[in-house]
């Protein structure tokens, strides 16, 4: 048994955890965990808790209903699958919720099942999405606008004094372009994309970070997508808003003013490079 890495809860939470869900697996530091994966289920879900996505009631609730369903199914109850149902009892919530959508979780699941089967016994097993050729081009020789007086235009790998010198003004490290629209180039509506927006917009507040107002657009102005220029925003926030946004590509400034294309984690051209 192990701890998850970097996971340090106070009494208080701990108290409340035990009271919520006494089958979990505790010792006198906190929850312990057979494998890697079953630390990282439990970090997302207290993530979600925290963010006020539920209650440790209604966790309580989901991961009853999931344990009873597998023990219908005949699981034996042995405690090692305690984990598998945690995971399904995530899933459901998640969807529940609106984290997710059940399509998108029944298109991952396909995918890390083609994975699996495509790597070699004792290898690691990686989820790849590739972005097709011209995808990726389009992104490299897009505009990506940061609106002000004037306006400025960046471009992926053109070295912008403007932008330099706006982090500086701003006392930050770097800075994020990033869009909520389309989610994996999935063309949705104008009302949509303008809801996910507001809530790319009210993620960048809790993370308490400022952004400024912008738009990613090809040279002919045919594909125009609301975007923010988050500042202070570090790679990992990049990394995390790609996943919570579904966003193929991000942009990534440095203090050196040079825009970088960075690509969604589970990219296999981001490994490859």
């Not at 997302?44 to 989901?62: D, I, N, Q």
């Not at 004792?122 to 081009?137: F, N, V």
């Not at 997508?225 to 202070?232: D, H």
Request: proline share 6%.
């Amino acid at each position: 048994m192990q701890q998850a890495p970097d996971m340090i809860l106070n009494e208080s939470q701990l108290e409340e955890l035990r009271t919520a869900l006494p089958a979990l697996p505790f010792d006198d530091d906190g929850p312990v965990f057979r494998a890697p994966w079953e630390a990282q289920a439990f970090a997302m879900t207290l993530a979600l808790y925290e963010r006020g996505v539920f209650t440790w009631k209604e966790w309580a609730h989901a991961l009853s209903d999931a344990i009873r369903e597998a023990q219908t199914a005949g699981d034996p109850d042995r405690g090692d699958t305690y984990y598998t149902h945690w995971l399904s009892a995530l899933e459901r919530i998640a969807a529940a919720k609106g984290c997710v959508s059940a399509e998108t979780l029944a298109q991952r699941r396909i995918e890390w099942d083609e994975a699996a089967r495509s790597t070699p016994h004792g290898q690691p097993i990686l989820l790849g999405r590739p972005l097709p050729a011209a995808m990726l081009h389009a992104y490299n020789v897009a505009i990506y606008r940061i609106a002000g007086q004037p306006d400025i235009d960046m471009m992926v790998g053109v070295a912008n004094d403007a932008v330099a010198a706006m982090l500086a003004r701003h006392a930050v490290e770097s800075a994020v372009f990033v869009t909520a629209f389309n989610p994996f180039s999935q063309e949705l509506s104008p009302e949509e994309n303008a809801e996910r927006q507001r809530a790319l917009m009210l993620r960048i507040e809790a993370l308490g970070l400022r952004a400024l107002p912008g738009e990613g657009m090809n040279a002919a102005r045919t594909w125009i997508e609301a975007s923010y220029l988050v500042l202070g925003a570090t790679l990992e926030i990049a990394d995390a808003l790609m996943i919570e946004f579904g966003q193929n590509a991000v942009v990534h400034i440095g203090r050196d003013g040079l825009p970088r294309l960075l690509l969604h984690p589970d990219s296999m051209r981001r490994r490859d490079q």
